[in-house]
Protein backbone atom coordinates (compact mmCIF):
# COMPACT_ATOMS: atom_id res chain seq x y z
CA UNK A 1 0.00 0.00 0.00
CA UNK A 2 0.99 3.24 -0.73
CA UNK A 3 2.96 5.57 2.48
CA UNK A 4 1.52 8.95 3.12
CA UNK A 5 3.05 11.25 6.16
CA UNK A 6 4.83 8.62 7.57
CA UNK A 7 5.12 9.94 10.79
CA UNK A 8 6.99 8.29 13.95
CA UNK A 9 4.37 9.60 16.01
CA UNK A 10 0.57 8.52 17.20
CA UNK A 11 -0.85 11.74 17.01
CA UNK A 12 -1.80 13.96 14.00
CA UNK A 13 -3.87 16.91 13.10
CA UNK A 14 -5.07 19.50 10.67
CA UNK A 15 -3.48 22.64 11.64
CA UNK A 16 -3.13 26.66 10.53
CA UNK A 17 -2.01 26.35 7.54
CA UNK A 18 -4.46 24.43 5.06
CA UNK A 19 -2.61 21.46 3.12
CA UNK A 20 -0.57 20.80 5.81
CA UNK A 21 -0.46 18.25 8.75
CA UNK A 22 1.28 18.37 11.96
CA UNK A 23 2.52 16.34 15.25
CA UNK A 24 4.47 16.29 18.39
CA UNK A 25 7.45 14.98 18.73
CA UNK A 26 8.57 13.71 22.21
CA UNK A 27 11.99 12.76 20.58
CA UNK A 28 12.20 16.62 19.15
CA UNK A 29 10.25 17.96 21.90
CA UNK A 30 8.59 20.32 19.31
CA UNK A 31 5.30 20.30 17.02
CA UNK A 32 6.25 19.39 13.16
CA UNK A 33 4.83 20.98 10.55
CA UNK A 34 4.68 18.02 7.11
CA UNK A 35 3.40 17.69 3.95
CA UNK A 36 0.58 14.65 3.09
CA UNK A 37 3.98 12.76 1.36
CA UNK A 38 6.08 13.18 4.66
CA UNK A 39 8.28 15.89 3.81
CA UNK A 40 9.07 17.84 6.99
CA UNK A 41 8.63 21.61 6.50
CA UNK A 42 9.16 23.17 10.01
CA UNK A 43 9.49 22.19 13.85
CA UNK A 44 8.43 24.71 16.94
CA UNK A 45 9.84 24.18 19.99
CA UNK A 46 7.29 23.74 22.99
CA UNK A 47 7.70 26.39 25.16
CA UNK A 48 6.36 26.71 29.11
CA UNK A 49 5.93 23.29 29.41
CA UNK A 50 7.16 20.09 28.86
CA UNK A 51 5.82 16.46 27.51
CA UNK A 52 5.18 14.19 30.69
CA UNK A 53 4.44 11.14 28.65
CA UNK A 54 3.66 10.21 24.63
CA UNK A 55 0.86 12.53 23.09
CA UNK A 56 -1.94 10.42 22.94
CA UNK A 57 -3.76 12.40 20.12
CA UNK A 58 -3.24 15.84 18.69
CA UNK A 59 -7.12 18.24 17.92
CA UNK A 60 -6.81 21.56 16.03
CA UNK A 61 -9.57 24.25 16.89
CA UNK A 62 -9.47 26.56 14.56
CA UNK A 63 -6.85 28.70 16.50
CA UNK A 64 -5.03 26.26 19.21
CA UNK A 65 -3.70 22.81 19.49
CA UNK A 66 -4.72 20.12 22.63
CA UNK A 67 -3.05 17.38 23.14
CA UNK A 68 -3.67 14.54 25.50
CA UNK A 69 -0.85 12.86 28.16
CA UNK A 70 -0.64 10.35 30.10
CA UNK A 71 0.93 11.65 33.33
CA UNK A 72 4.15 9.20 34.96
CA UNK A 73 3.43 6.47 37.59
CA UNK A 74 -0.38 5.96 36.34
CA UNK A 75 -1.18 8.97 38.11
CA UNK A 76 -3.51 10.34 35.58
CA UNK A 77 -4.24 12.12 32.08
CA UNK A 78 -3.69 15.72 31.54
CA UNK A 79 -5.09 17.61 28.35
CA UNK A 80 -3.48 20.88 27.29
CA UNK A 81 -3.79 23.88 25.01
CA UNK A 82 -1.20 25.43 22.82
CA UNK A 83 -0.95 27.96 20.22
CA UNK A 84 1.76 28.91 17.77
CA UNK A 85 3.27 31.89 18.76
CA UNK A 86 4.64 34.38 17.13
CA UNK A 87 8.02 36.41 17.89
CA UNK A 88 7.04 40.15 17.67
CA UNK A 89 10.02 42.55 16.82
CA UNK A 90 10.22 46.29 15.46
CA UNK A 91 13.96 46.17 15.25
CA UNK A 92 14.92 47.69 12.06
CA UNK A 93 11.31 49.26 11.47
CA UNK A 94 9.89 52.83 10.98
CA UNK A 95 8.17 54.06 14.19
CA UNK A 96 4.77 52.84 14.25
CA UNK A 97 4.88 49.75 12.03
CA UNK A 98 4.43 46.40 12.80
CA UNK A 99 6.29 43.06 11.71
CA UNK A 100 4.64 40.58 10.37
CA UNK A 101 4.56 37.68 12.92
CA UNK A 102 6.55 35.03 12.35
CA UNK A 103 5.79 31.80 14.14
CA UNK A 104 8.01 29.89 15.82
CA UNK A 105 7.06 28.31 19.32
CA UNK A 106 4.54 25.58 20.42
CA UNK A 107 3.57 27.59 23.52
CA UNK A 108 1.61 26.26 26.35
CA UNK A 109 -1.61 28.05 26.85
CA UNK A 110 -3.61 26.18 30.08
CA UNK A 111 -4.46 22.87 30.54
CA UNK A 112 -6.79 20.37 32.73
CA UNK A 113 -5.08 17.95 34.52
CA UNK A 114 -7.28 14.88 35.94
CA UNK A 115 -5.54 12.92 38.58
CA UNK A 116 -6.55 9.46 40.00
CA UNK A 117 -9.02 9.56 43.12
CA UNK A 118 -10.73 6.66 45.00
CA UNK A 119 -13.88 7.11 43.10
CA UNK A 120 -12.69 7.80 39.53
CA UNK A 121 -9.79 6.15 37.31
CA UNK A 122 -8.84 7.52 34.63
CA UNK A 123 -7.15 5.18 31.13
CA UNK A 124 -8.31 7.11 28.02
CA UNK A 125 -6.58 7.08 24.48
CA UNK A 126 -9.41 9.67 23.43
CA UNK A 127 -10.50 13.23 23.83
CA UNK A 128 -12.13 15.74 21.50
CA UNK A 129 -12.73 19.46 21.53
CA UNK A 130 -16.19 21.08 21.12
CA UNK A 131 -14.99 24.05 19.01
CA UNK A 132 -17.31 26.30 16.40
CA UNK A 133 -15.86 28.70 13.52
CA UNK A 134 -17.57 31.98 12.58
CA UNK A 135 -16.48 35.20 11.01
CA UNK A 136 -16.81 39.00 11.46
CA UNK A 137 -19.09 40.94 9.88
CA UNK A 138 -17.60 44.36 9.04
CA UNK A 139 -14.30 45.85 10.38
CA UNK A 140 -12.72 46.83 13.22
CA UNK A 141 -10.29 49.03 14.81
CA UNK A 142 -7.81 48.89 17.58
CA UNK A 143 -10.09 49.52 21.03
CA UNK A 144 -13.09 48.68 19.76
CA UNK A 145 -15.17 46.68 22.60
CA UNK A 146 -18.18 45.75 20.13
CA UNK A 147 -18.04 43.50 17.08
CA UNK A 148 -20.18 41.62 14.66
CA UNK A 149 -20.70 38.19 13.78
CA UNK A 150 -21.93 36.43 11.01
CA UNK A 151 -23.76 33.81 13.06
CA UNK A 152 -23.85 33.74 16.99
CA UNK A 153 -25.17 30.44 17.67
CA UNK A 154 -23.95 28.46 20.41
CA UNK A 155 -22.18 31.25 21.53
CA UNK A 156 -22.77 32.89 25.66
CA UNK A 157 -21.61 35.58 27.69
CA UNK A 158 -18.50 34.04 29.67
CA UNK A 159 -17.22 32.29 26.36
CA UNK A 160 -13.33 33.15 25.39
CA UNK A 161 -13.46 33.72 21.26
CA UNK A 162 -9.87 34.10 19.15
CA UNK A 163 -10.00 36.96 16.46
CA UNK A 164 -8.03 36.70 13.71
CA UNK A 165 -5.51 36.40 12.04
CA UNK A 166 -5.88 39.59 10.95
CA UNK A 167 -5.69 40.60 7.32
CA UNK A 168 -5.94 44.43 8.12
CA UNK A 169 -2.66 45.80 6.52
CA UNK A 170 0.47 46.20 9.43
CA UNK A 171 -1.71 43.86 11.64
CA UNK A 172 -1.65 40.69 9.34
CA UNK A 173 -1.26 37.86 10.99
CA UNK A 174 -2.09 38.93 14.68
CA UNK A 175 -4.65 37.56 16.58
CA UNK A 176 -6.35 38.05 20.25
CA UNK A 177 -8.41 35.78 22.82
CA UNK A 178 -11.36 38.24 24.40
CA UNK A 179 -14.05 37.22 26.50
CA UNK A 180 -17.80 37.27 25.84
CA UNK A 181 -19.77 40.11 27.88
CA UNK A 182 -22.95 40.04 25.97
CA UNK A 183 -24.24 38.26 22.86
CA UNK A 184 -27.17 39.81 20.52
CA UNK A 185 -28.50 36.96 19.30
CA UNK A 186 -30.52 39.02 17.00
CA UNK A 187 -28.29 41.20 15.01
CA UNK A 188 -25.09 39.37 15.72
CA UNK A 189 -23.52 42.01 18.19
CA UNK A 190 -20.77 40.70 20.69
CA UNK A 191 -19.83 42.95 23.48
CA UNK A 192 -16.47 42.10 24.40
CA UNK A 193 -15.49 42.03 28.37
CA UNK A 194 -12.08 44.47 28.14
CA UNK A 195 -12.70 47.99 28.87
CA UNK A 196 -9.48 48.25 26.69
CA UNK A 197 -10.98 46.84 23.95
CA UNK A 198 -9.60 45.32 20.81
CA UNK A 199 -5.73 45.15 20.62
CA UNK A 200 -5.44 44.80 17.24
CA UNK A 201 -7.42 45.65 14.08
CA UNK A 202 -9.56 43.50 11.93
CA UNK A 203 -11.35 43.29 8.27
CA UNK A 204 -14.67 42.21 7.43
CA UNK A 205 -14.67 37.92 7.38
CA UNK A 206 -11.50 38.06 9.57
CA UNK A 207 -12.20 34.71 11.01
CA UNK A 208 -13.55 33.89 14.67
CA UNK A 209 -13.47 30.66 16.86
CA UNK A 210 -14.44 29.69 20.13
CA UNK A 211 -14.34 26.33 22.78
CA UNK A 212 -17.21 25.35 24.26
CA UNK A 213 -16.20 21.85 26.15
CA UNK A 214 -13.97 18.95 26.18
CA UNK A 215 -15.17 15.70 25.65
CA UNK A 216 -12.67 13.04 27.54
CA UNK A 217 -13.52 8.90 26.67
CA UNK A 218 -12.67 6.95 29.55
CA UNK A 219 -11.82 2.85 29.56
CA UNK A 220 -13.57 3.19 33.72
CA UNK A 221 -17.02 3.99 34.62
CA UNK A 222 -17.67 6.22 37.78
CA UNK A 223 -17.30 3.69 40.47
CA UNK A 224 -13.92 3.77 41.81
CA UNK A 225 -12.64 0.68 40.33
CA UNK A 226 -10.66 0.18 36.96
CA UNK A 227 -14.06 -1.86 35.23
CA UNK A 228 -13.49 -1.67 31.73
CA UNK A 229 -16.92 -0.54 31.70
CA UNK A 230 -16.80 2.82 29.86
CA UNK A 231 -17.78 6.65 30.69
CA UNK A 232 -17.52 9.54 28.77
CA UNK A 233 -17.02 12.90 30.81
CA UNK A 234 -17.43 16.68 29.32
CA UNK A 235 -15.74 19.45 30.85
CA UNK A 236 -17.10 23.00 30.00
CA UNK A 237 -14.61 25.38 28.64
CA UNK A 238 -12.94 27.86 29.98
CA UNK A 239 -14.30 27.39 33.71
CA UNK A 240 -13.50 23.31 33.23
CA UNK A 241 -16.89 22.43 35.17
CA UNK A 242 -17.79 18.61 34.81
CA UNK A 243 -21.20 19.30 32.80
CA UNK A 244 -22.04 15.58 31.59
CA UNK A 245 -20.79 12.03 32.38
CA UNK A 246 -21.88 8.88 30.62
CA UNK A 247 -21.55 5.42 31.50
CA UNK A 248 -21.51 2.63 29.01
CA UNK A 249 -19.61 -0.12 26.49
CA UNK A 250 -19.95 2.24 24.31
CA UNK A 251 -17.63 4.65 25.28
CA UNK A 252 -15.04 1.65 26.10
CA UNK A 253 -11.41 1.52 24.48
CA UNK A 254 -12.29 4.46 21.85
CA UNK A 255 -9.29 4.78 19.96
CA UNK A 256 -9.76 7.84 18.75
CA UNK A 257 -12.10 10.67 18.35
CA UNK A 258 -12.51 14.18 17.30
CA UNK A 259 -14.95 16.61 16.64
CA UNK A 260 -16.61 18.76 13.27
CA UNK A 261 -19.66 20.61 12.65
CA UNK A 262 -21.69 19.55 15.57
CA UNK A 263 -21.15 16.37 15.43
CA UNK A 264 -18.73 14.11 18.01
CA UNK A 265 -16.80 11.10 16.05
CA UNK A 266 -15.41 7.98 18.45
CA UNK A 267 -13.48 5.02 16.76
CA UNK A 268 -14.66 1.91 18.81
CA UNK A 269 -13.36 -2.35 17.55
CA UNK A 270 -14.05 -1.71 13.83
CA UNK A 271 -16.71 1.00 13.79
CA UNK A 272 -16.97 4.94 14.01
CA UNK A 273 -19.61 6.16 16.18
CA UNK A 274 -21.05 9.43 15.49
CA UNK A 275 -23.83 11.58 18.59
CA UNK A 276 -24.88 15.19 17.06
CA UNK A 277 -25.09 17.38 19.73
CA UNK A 278 -27.63 19.97 17.67
CA UNK A 279 -29.40 17.20 18.80
CA UNK A 280 -32.26 17.14 21.73
CA UNK A 281 -30.09 13.98 23.37
CA UNK A 282 -27.13 12.22 24.01
CA UNK A 283 -28.06 9.78 21.60
CA UNK A 284 -25.81 7.78 19.13
CA UNK A 285 -26.89 8.87 15.86
CA UNK A 286 -25.20 6.54 13.30
CA UNK A 287 -22.33 3.93 13.69
CA UNK A 288 -20.36 3.41 10.54
CA UNK A 289 -18.58 0.31 9.64
CA UNK A 290 -14.81 0.64 9.07
CA UNK A 291 -12.33 -1.03 7.68
CA UNK A 292 -10.34 -2.22 10.58
CA UNK A 293 -9.90 -5.62 10.67
CA UNK A 294 -6.95 -7.90 9.25
CA UNK A 295 -7.03 -10.56 7.12
CA UNK A 296 -7.42 -13.10 9.75
CA UNK A 297 -10.98 -11.26 9.53
CA UNK A 298 -10.97 -10.90 13.78
CA UNK A 299 -8.03 -9.13 14.63
CA UNK A 300 -8.93 -5.44 15.31
CA UNK A 301 -6.70 -3.10 13.62
CA UNK A 302 -5.88 0.16 16.09
CA UNK A 303 -6.48 3.82 15.15
CA UNK A 304 -4.59 6.04 17.25
CA UNK A 305 -6.05 9.57 15.85
CA UNK A 306 -8.60 10.62 13.70
CA UNK A 307 -9.90 13.65 11.85
CA UNK A 308 -13.40 14.30 11.02
CA UNK A 309 -13.55 16.24 8.35
CA UNK A 310 -17.05 16.54 7.16
CA UNK A 311 -16.67 19.68 4.60
CA UNK A 312 -15.33 16.38 2.66
CA UNK A 313 -17.34 13.57 3.70
CA UNK A 314 -14.81 11.81 5.24
CA UNK A 315 -12.47 10.68 8.18
CA UNK A 316 -8.61 10.31 8.23
CA UNK A 317 -7.42 7.58 10.61
CA UNK A 318 -3.90 7.33 11.96
CA UNK A 319 -2.81 3.50 11.84
CA UNK A 320 0.07 1.10 11.99
CA UNK A 321 -1.81 -1.09 9.57
CA UNK A 322 -4.06 -1.47 6.76
CA UNK A 323 -6.26 -4.20 4.98
CA UNK A 324 -6.46 -4.07 1.27
CA UNK A 325 -10.24 -4.31 0.26
CA UNK A 326 -9.25 -6.05 -3.19
CA UNK A 327 -6.91 -8.49 -2.10
CA UNK A 328 -7.44 -8.99 1.34
CA UNK A 329 -4.33 -8.66 2.63
CA UNK A 330 -3.02 -6.35 5.80
CA UNK A 331 -0.21 -4.38 5.27
CA UNK A 332 1.78 -3.36 8.11
CA UNK A 333 4.21 -0.13 8.22
CA UNK A 334 5.28 -0.32 12.28
CA UNK A 335 7.13 1.04 14.18
CA UNK A 336 5.75 4.44 12.07
CA UNK A 337 2.28 5.38 11.49
CA UNK A 338 -0.06 6.57 7.72
CA UNK A 339 -3.51 7.67 7.64
CA UNK A 340 -6.61 6.15 5.61
CA UNK A 341 -9.41 7.82 4.15
CA UNK A 342 -12.82 6.61 5.32
CA UNK A 343 -15.61 8.33 3.70
CA UNK A 344 -18.48 9.19 6.10
CA UNK A 345 -21.19 6.87 4.57
CA UNK A 346 -24.18 5.51 6.59
CA UNK A 347 -25.20 1.69 6.13
CA UNK A 348 -28.91 1.23 6.93
CA UNK A 349 -29.45 -2.08 7.59
CA UNK A 350 -33.30 -3.00 8.71
CA UNK A 351 -36.73 -0.06 8.36
CA UNK A 352 -39.41 -1.67 10.90
CA UNK A 353 -42.66 -0.40 10.31
CA UNK A 354 -45.57 -0.37 13.21
CA UNK A 355 -48.75 1.02 13.51
CA UNK A 356 -51.50 1.39 16.23
CA UNK A 357 -53.37 -2.68 16.86
CA UNK A 358 -56.32 -0.98 18.62
CA UNK A 359 -58.21 -0.92 15.67
CA UNK A 360 -61.75 -2.48 14.18
CA UNK A 361 -61.28 -4.60 11.34
CA UNK A 362 -62.32 -3.85 8.86
CA UNK A 363 -60.68 -0.37 8.99
CA UNK A 364 -63.09 2.53 8.69
CA UNK A 365 -62.78 4.66 6.16
CA UNK A 366 -61.46 7.89 7.13
CA UNK A 367 -60.09 7.19 10.41
CA UNK A 368 -56.14 8.55 11.16
CA UNK A 369 -53.86 5.45 11.52
CA UNK A 370 -50.55 6.47 13.16
CA UNK A 371 -47.82 4.76 11.38
CA UNK A 372 -44.00 4.73 12.57
CA UNK A 373 -40.93 3.66 10.69
CA UNK A 374 -37.66 2.61 12.48
CA UNK A 375 -34.40 3.17 10.93
CA UNK A 376 -31.72 1.30 12.50
CA UNK A 377 -27.93 0.66 11.20
CA UNK A 378 -25.65 -2.62 10.75
CA UNK A 379 -24.63 -2.36 14.44
CA UNK A 380 -28.40 -1.76 15.90
CA UNK A 381 -28.43 1.46 16.65
CA UNK A 382 -30.82 4.24 15.57
CA UNK A 383 -29.95 6.15 12.14
CA UNK A 384 -30.31 9.80 12.48
CA UNK A 385 -31.50 12.60 9.78
CA UNK A 386 -32.83 10.24 6.86
CA UNK A 387 -35.35 10.97 5.20
CA UNK A 388 -38.42 8.58 4.19
CA UNK A 389 -41.10 8.01 2.09
CA UNK A 390 -43.84 6.51 3.01
CA UNK A 391 -46.41 4.82 0.41
CA UNK A 392 -48.75 2.24 -0.19
CA UNK A 393 -50.43 -0.17 -2.93
CA UNK A 394 -52.91 -2.89 -3.53
CA UNK A 395 -51.26 -6.15 -2.81
CA UNK A 396 -51.54 -8.55 -5.80
CA UNK A 397 -54.04 -10.63 -4.80
CA UNK A 398 -56.35 -7.10 -3.52
CA UNK A 399 -59.60 -6.20 -5.04
CA UNK A 400 -59.41 -2.94 -7.00
CA UNK A 401 -59.47 -0.24 -5.13
CA UNK A 402 -57.95 3.31 -3.60
CA UNK A 403 -55.14 2.74 -1.35
CA UNK A 404 -55.18 5.70 1.16
CA UNK A 405 -53.09 8.35 1.33
CA UNK A 406 -50.36 9.74 3.92
CA UNK A 407 -49.81 13.11 6.03
CA UNK A 408 -47.26 13.38 5.48
CA UNK A 409 -45.89 11.18 2.68
CA UNK A 410 -42.08 12.35 3.86
CA UNK A 411 -40.06 12.37 6.78
CA UNK A 412 -36.98 12.52 8.78
CA UNK A 413 -35.70 10.13 11.13
CA UNK A 414 -35.19 11.50 14.83
CA UNK A 415 -31.99 10.52 16.95
CA UNK A 416 -34.12 7.77 18.22
CA UNK A 417 -33.91 6.57 14.69
CA UNK A 418 -38.23 6.88 14.05
CA UNK A 419 -40.32 9.14 11.99
CA UNK A 420 -44.26 8.95 11.92
CA UNK A 421 -47.01 9.70 9.75
CA UNK A 422 -50.50 9.28 9.65
CA UNK A 423 -52.39 6.59 6.98
CA UNK A 424 -55.99 7.37 6.17
CA UNK A 425 -58.03 4.53 4.39
CA UNK A 426 -59.72 4.78 1.42
CA UNK A 427 -63.35 4.93 0.86
CA UNK A 428 -63.68 2.11 -1.24
CA UNK A 429 -67.00 0.40 -0.67
CA UNK A 430 -65.03 -3.40 -0.60
CA UNK A 431 -62.81 -5.01 1.40
CA UNK A 432 -59.42 -4.13 0.05
CA UNK A 433 -55.75 -6.03 0.71
CA UNK A 434 -52.44 -2.96 0.72
CA UNK A 435 -49.31 -3.42 1.21
CA UNK A 436 -47.62 -0.52 3.03
CA UNK A 437 -43.72 0.63 2.46
CA UNK A 438 -41.49 2.73 3.98
CA UNK A 439 -38.53 3.63 1.80
CA UNK A 440 -35.07 5.22 2.95
CA UNK A 441 -34.24 8.14 0.55
Not at 84 to 92: C, E
Not at 232 to 256: C, E, F, H
Not at 336 to 341: E, G, I, M, P
Not at 385 to 410: K, R, W
Request: proline share 6%; charged share 20%; glycine share 6%.
Amino acid sequence: MPLNIDIPSANFSLGPDSGFFYFVSNILNALVKLEADGTVIKTYPIQRSRLRGEVTELHWDGSHFWTLEDLPSSLGVVIKRWRLTPVQTSQGLPPGVFPVPVLTDFTWQDEITLINAPNLKYSSKAFCVEHYHRILEGSFAQGDNVVRLTDVTNLSPGDIITIGPSTAGSFTGFQEDATVLDVDTVNGWVTLGAAAGLENQYTDTDPVTFTKSIFLFNDHSFTGKEDRKGGIIQYSWPDKRVILTGTGMRYNNAGAADFDATSLYWVRADQIMEVDLAGTTFDVATSNESNLREDDLNSIIEVYDMISDLSNNQHLKLQQKETNLVTGVTFDWSPNYNFQVQPILAVINSTNLSMDTRLVVPLPSGDRIQIVAEVRDQYNFPVFNETVQFSAALHPLSDSGNPGSFDPSLGVTSSSGTVSTEYTPSATPSPILIDITAEVL
